[in-house]
């Protein structure tokens, strides 16, 4: 199937989304790209301990392994083949970094989210709309790497909560995620704001 994956899962509920979202959510027409720019407050993890064992996840693409404020970021995303394809720049004081992720639907209705290039982690979440936001919180969390497929045991599994709101107060989208694992806690999470459009894809 075609269109936006979170169009689908989210079906008629699409409709009770703040405008903004729903645009950012929605299909991207063809020949089209999102474009996204803003601040993160704060991304990554301040436990210096937890850095070495993000760097792996890193080199992929799929988290930042370090603590920054106020990092500039801009994001790109495409509607393709039925699957919602972003790519985030992260403007970090070390150099740029980016973020590559791929969400489709899966054929129980939810979205699963497959983290990183190649793709080494993957996310599947339940989705709600909440005072015109949307918020996904992963009930399974699975890991790739090159032959190996496991899925993570829920005792074990990180916890990823998104919220994705309007903010009435800046006048911009808000973004909002958070990593848990059990007994260890936060592991790792980003915050901020960013304007949104939708514009030619210059780069076809």
Not at 34 to 57: A, I, M, N, S
Not at 78 to 107: C, F, I, K, N, S
Not at 134 to 160: I, M, N, T
Request: without cysteine; positive net charge; aromatic residues 8%.
């Amino acid at each position: 199937m075609t269109g936006s994956p979170y169009a689908r899962a989210l079906g008629a509920r699409i409709d009770e989304l703040h405008p903004t979202l729903r645009r950012y959510f929605s299909t991207i027409p063809e020949g089209s790209v999102g474009v996204g720019e803003g601040v993160f407050d704060t991304v990554g993890t301040p436990r210096r301990w937890l850095h070495p064992l993000l760097r792996v996840l890193e080199a992929r693409g799929v988290v930042w392994a370090g603590w920054a404020r106020d990092v500039p970021f801009r994001i790109v995303n495409r509607t393709a083949d039925g699957r919602a394809l972003a790519r985030r720049e992260l403007r970090l004081p070390g150099g740029d970094w980016t973020m590559v992720d791929a969400v489709a639907l899966a054929e129980t209705g939810r979205v699963v989210d497959r983290l990183g290039e190649p793709p080494t982690l993957a996310a599947v979440f339940d989705g709600r709309v909440d005072d015109g936001a949307l918020v996904l919180v992963s009930r399974s969390v699975g890991l790739r790497w090159g032959r190996l497929r496991v899925r993570l045991p829920r005792r074990v599994a990180p916890v990823v909560r998104l919220r994705e709101s309007w903010d009435d107060a800046v006048g911009r989208q808000r973004v909002e995620l958070t990593v848990d694992v059990p007994v260890v806690g936060r592991v790792y999470a980003y915050r901020g704001t960013f304007r949104y459009r939708i514009e030619p894809d210059a780069g076809g």
